[in-house]
């Protein structure tokens, strides 16, 4: 699978709502997870998906 992409704009804009943010705030077991499930995955950021769902992003620019 691949890491959806948003610009740095977007990513703050979620931020701002809480609807993003660092892995920092994430178990350790939810990152090794998406690392090994979305291999592009820069392993920097997360996002909120469709419904209360967390996932990977790379943000760019």
């Known amino acids: 699978m691949e890491a959806p992409v948003i610009t740095r704009d977007q990513y703050k804009a979620l931020r701002g709502h809480d609807y ?4 920092t705030k994430l178990e350790a077991e939810t990152v090794a997870v998406w690392n090994s499930t979305y291999p592009d995955w820069l392993g920097k950021h997360w996002q909120m998906t469709h419904g209360p769902r967390l996932g990977p992003v790379n943000v760019i620019g």
Not at 20 to 23: D, L
């Open 20 to 23: 993003a943010g660092t892995v």
